[in-house]
Structure formats: structure tokens, C-alpha cells
């Protein structure tokens, strides 16, 4: 009993210093966010809050949260909506290829981006498209779905069939039913999919920087400042920003896919992966 | 019976097309194109549809090719290796040590920072490990050091830290799913046989945990070796990588069938080492079923 007290308690050390390491890097923002010196290194001169101000004023990154946020909006609801029929038909259906097909749609999940994105800017040249927003929308869409399909599978699969079979016994329709009944119940699971999404085209960079064209997009703007270094400063504040925001919205995620397993009366078995 | 899975398996395929179109005209079709470019000739401006070998004659026998595909494999094997060793602990921890009801804020502290922005953490490592960063000023500054570390970047290892901080959690969460799918009874039956603690890691945990291992490392493997953040911030773009390679290729040098063929062969690679891995360990995931 001791010695296994005392294992927990090496295990745990070592999972805390494990979560410092992960944590170092994403504590240093705020530091020298608020730090009035100009060069990112200690020691610290000290407290201001130009950096934010500056960033605030800086007309391209708003250009570029604009973009950021139109692309993030749309590719996750694209994702989400397309995510809710593989969910669905992968969790519900059994029909000829679905391994393969389903194996195929993850695929982007775990292919280097920047084979996707390179494919996919040589198609759209060789096509003659117009590169805009609108590419970045296309590339992030694919790139989210396997997330989306991942998280609606969980809310799919640990649905109780028999209430919508209830439903059809009422004499709803199968539509009826779905709206009625499945979508409802399983609401949890897709705002945690779009939210998801929404952080995942928010902060992707290579598709981004490929298929925008001229456009800004945050992490592109960001790469394009990091060459000045009288700009890293702003930068860190940005970051700072962005963190709280990501933090925020994904404190918003955990929440909605416990209430999803709540609802459908899932077991908690932790992350949102 | 039979024609009520018939129109099951109808309504499934139905359901099915939208996404799957999808990928096949956004995920496919550019794949499918830049294999046919890779046995395309260069022309100037554009790609001129004569069949030949010679992109992949290049990839294979060019020897900057060749290290950058190298250094390439080396980085994501290390990194692969850092990594999963890293982190098979923290799941272990958090899988059979934590609390039930402790677990889920746990996995939640993990994949936090693999939320927050990659471009921002990547380059807080080079404001960490800079010439003038954090570590450096910090030990000048306590007077333990005169002059400022340099080896600690623009170089390999820097390049390995990093990106074994970004892929943290995608190496945790599916040793952590494993380890939450073994049978506890299994462990105490080792430990009631007479085992050490040890043994009954070595042949009852592990064995038990090899697919979750499996997984983490192909899901470290694959994306890393593409990789184009990390070398052009922390290499300072002197150590290229493929991506680095396959840009060069393709928008700068506007040499469309050859960047095309480093893509093709970067997969192939790609493909190959994990079939290899996943075949080295094919009796780990025999035992699961």
C-alpha cells in the first residue's frame, strides 16, 4: 500500500511538471503582453497596456479577424451540417463501403496539410478560380469535418433508438421525427461540433496562408508580423487575447458535450476528442 | 426483413453522399491531380502533358532531396519517439491513478493548450529559446552564463522540442482511451498471481495499452513530417523540411510536376513507415479483438 502511495505520488509530480511544460510557452503571453519593454526577455520593465491599444488600432488585423471570423462561421457550419449526415448514417445505418467511405472522409484528420493544401491551390490554379475567402471556406470545411463527424458520432451513437421509433408509432414522419426528436437530444453535441470548428478554421495557418490569396487572415497576419521584431510586443497581446478566447470558447464546448451526454444518458469518459 | 435492410442500406447511402461528395471534389480530385502531375513534364508557365519519370528520377537520386527527406523522416521519428515517451506517463497517471470523477478536468487541462493558437505557441518556443529569449536572458541575467546559449536553436533539436509540445495531447488522449478500456480485475489477477508491480506493467499493462501506443504514434508520425510551421519559424527557414521542399517546388520555383512528385513520394514514405510500424506490431492489435 505504501509503495503504491508512494508510485501515485512520483506519477503525480511528474504529470504536473508534464502539464508545466505545456502550460510554459502560454503563460509567457500575458507576461509580456502587459510588459512595457520592447524586446521579449527578462527582466520585465514594466506594467503597460499599449500593446493592446496599438492592436487595436492596427487596421489590417482587423481586416483580418473580419476574414478570420466570415471563414471560421461559415466552415463550421458547413462542417457541422455535412458532419450530421456521415454522423448519422455512420452511427444508424449499415450500408455497402461504409468502412472505407467513412476511413476516406476522416482521411484529412491525419494527412499532412500541406498535401491538402497544396492539391488543392494547384487544382484551383490549373481551374483558373479566383483565389479569396471563399478557397479558404472550401479547405477549412474539409478540415473541420472529420472533427464535427467525430463529435455528432459520440452524440449519435449514445442515442436511444427506440425514441424515434416511438415517434413513428405517433405517426410522425421521418423527418418529423428527426426534428422533433433526434435533433433535439443530439443539439449538445452539434454546437460542441460547431464550436469546435469554428476553433479549429480560426486558428488553422497553412490553408490559410495558401488559398487566401491577398487576403489577411489572423494567423497569416501573424506570420506576416513576426519578421518585424518592434511588432512582437502587439503580438503577444494578440495572442494573449486569442488564448482568453479559446479558453472561453472551449470552457463553452466541454460544457454543451456534457450536457449532451446527460441528456442522452452517456457515461463520461472525458475529452473532446 | 431483407427489404427493410434494403432500403436501410438505401437511406444510409443517401445520407452518406453529401459529406462524401464533398471529399471526393475538395479531397480527391486535387490528389488525384497532383499524382497525374507528378508524371507530367515542367514547361515554362505550365505543365506540359508528356508522360515522364524523370520528377521521380530527381526525388530519388538528388542528394538535397534526399537529406531534406531524411532529416525530414529523422525529425518525425524523434519527435514520434519524445513524445510517446513523454506521454505515456501523464495517460497512465490520469487513467489509473486520478480520481473518476477528477479524470475529465484533466484531459480538459490537457488539450487545452493544443486549442490555442499553433502559429503563436510555435513561435513562443523561439522567444523561449532565442539568441536574446527568455532562457538566455534569464541565465545572463543571474550571471551563470557570458555569453548567450546558441545551440539551443535554429537547429534539429529545437525544430524536435517543439513539435513535441505541439502534439502533446494528440499522443495522450489515445493512450489515455486504451489504458480506460482495460478489464482493472486483469491488473489485480497479475498482482494476486504474485507479480511484481513491474511485471505486471511489462505483461499485463502494456500489452493491453499497445494499441492506444499504436495510434499515438501514427497520429504523431503523419502530421509531423509535413510539417511547415516549425521549420520556417524555428529553423529560421535554414533547415527545411519536405513541406518547406514542397512549396519551394510548386509557388516558387513554379516547377508544378516536380513539387508534385516530392508531395507523392513524401506520402508514399509516409504510408510505407507506418505500414511497416503497424506490421511490426501486428500481434498488439490482434489482441484486442
Keep these: ?273 | 426483413m431483407s427489404s427493410g435492410s434494403k432500403s436501410e442500406a438505401v437511406q444510409g447511402a443517401t445520407l452518406i453522399a453529401p459529406p462524401f461528395f464533398y471529399a471526393l471534389l475538395v479531397l480527391a480530385a486535387p490528389l488525384f491531380t497532383i499524382v497525374t502531375y507528378s508524371f507530367l513534364t515542367d514547361g515554362y508557365l505550365e505543365v506540359v502533358r508528356d508522360f515522364t519519370l524523370d520528377n521521380y528520377r530527381h526525388v530519388f537520386t538528388d542528394p538535397i532531396v534526399r537529406s531534406v527527406m531524411m532529416r525530414s523522416l529523422g525529425v518525425s521519428m524523434m519527435v514520434t519517439l519524445v513524445t510517446v515517451l513523454l506521454a505515456f506517463p501523464v495517460a497512465y497517471y490520469v487513467s489509473l491513478v486520478v480520481r473518476p470523477e477528477r479524470k475529465a478536468l484533466w484531459l480538459f487541462l490537457i488539450t487545452i493548450p493544443f486549442w490555442t493558437s499553433y502559429l503563436i505557441r510555435v513561435f513562443l518556443w523561439k522567444v523561449i529559446l532565442g539568441y536574446n529569449g527568455v532562457i538566455n536572458s534569464s541565465l545572463t541575467g543571474l550571471g551563470l552564463i557570458d555569453e548567450p546559449l546558441t545551440f539551443i536553436l535554429y537547429n534539429v533539436n529545437s525544430i524536435v522540442l517543439t513539435l513535441a509540445h505541439a502534439y502533446a495531447p494528440f499522443a495522450i488522449l489515445p493512450i489515455f482511451v486504451a489504458l480506460e478500456k482495460i478489464d482493472r480485475s486483469l491488473l489485480e489477477a497479475g498482482r494476486d498471481l504474485g507479480e511484481s508491480r513491474l511485471m505486471t506493467f511489462w505483461r499485463v499493462t502494456l500489452p493491453l495499452a499497445m494499441p492506444g501506443v499504436i495510434a499515438a504514434v501514427l497520429i504523431v508520425f503523419i502530421p509531423t513530417i509535413g510539417d511547415y510551421v516549425t521549420p520556417t519559424v524555428i529553423g529560421g527557414g535554414k533547415i527545411p523540411m519536405i513541406a518547406n521542399m514542397i512549396q519551394v517546388q510548386m509557388l516558387d520555383l513554379d516547377n508544378r510536376p516536380l513539387g508534385s512528385a516530392l508531395a507523392v513520394t513524401a506520402m508514399l514514405i509516409v504510408a510505407v513507415v507506418s505500414g511497416i510500424f503497424l506490421f511490426l506490431n501486428r500481434r498488439f492489435l490482434r489482441v484486442r479483438r
Design chain 1, 1 to 273: 500500500m505504501r509503495s503504491g502511495a508512494l508510485q501515485g505520488g512520483g506519477l503525480r509530480i511528474y504529470a504536473l511538471l508534464y502539464l508545466l511544460f505545456l502550460y510554459a510557452p502560454i503563460l509567457l503571453l500575458p507576461v509580456f503582453a502587459f510588459n512595457s519593454g520592447t524586446i521579449i526577455a527578462f527582466p520585465l520593465k514594466g506594467f503597460t497596456t499599449d500593446w493592446f491599444a496599438q492592436m487595436w488600432a492596427d487596421a489590417t488585423l482587423r481586416r483580418a479577424l473580419t476574414n478570420s471570423l466570415t471563414i471560421a462561421v461559415s466552415s463550421s457550419i458547413f462542417a457541422t451540417c455535412l458532419g450530421i449526415f456521415a454522423a448519422r448514417a455512420s452511427t444508424r445505418f449499415s450500408f455497402r463501403g461504409k468502412g472505407p467511405i467513412m476511413g476516406f472522409i476522416m482521411l484529412p484528420m491525419v494527412l499532412p496539410e500541406i498535401i491538402v493544401a497544396m492539391s488543392l491551390l494547384v487544382v484551383l490554379l490549373g481551374a483558373g478560380v479566383q483565389l479569396s475567402i471563399l478557397t479558404v471556406i472550401l479547405g477549412h470545411t474539409l478540415i473541420c469535418m472529420p472533427y464535427a463527424i467525430a463529435i455528432l458520432s459520440t452524440a449519435f451513437s449514445s442515442l436511444d433508438p427506440s425514441l424515434e421509433e416511438a415517434a413513428y408509432d405517433l405517426g410522425e414522419t421521418k423527418w418529423g421525427a428527426f426534428r422533433l426528436i433526434t435533433l433535439p437530444l443530439v443539439m449538445p453535441g452539434v454546437i460542441s461540433a460547431l464550436l469546435i470548428s469554428f476553433t479549429i478554421s480560426l486558428d488553422e495557418f497553412i490553408i490559410a496562408f495558401f488559398l487566401a490569396g491577398n487576403e489577411p487572415t489572423l494567423p497569416t497576419y501573424i506570420f506576416s508580423q513576426l519578421r518585424f521584431p518592434a511588432l512582437i510586443p502587439m503580438i503577444m497581446a494578440l495572442g494573449t487575447v486569442l488564448v482568453a478566447l479559446s479558453i472561453v470558447l472551449l470552457a463553452l464546448g466541454e460544457y454543451f458535450r456534457r450536457r449532451s451526454l446527460a441528456k442522452t444518458g452517456g457515461k463520461n469518459t472525458g475529452g473532446l476528442l
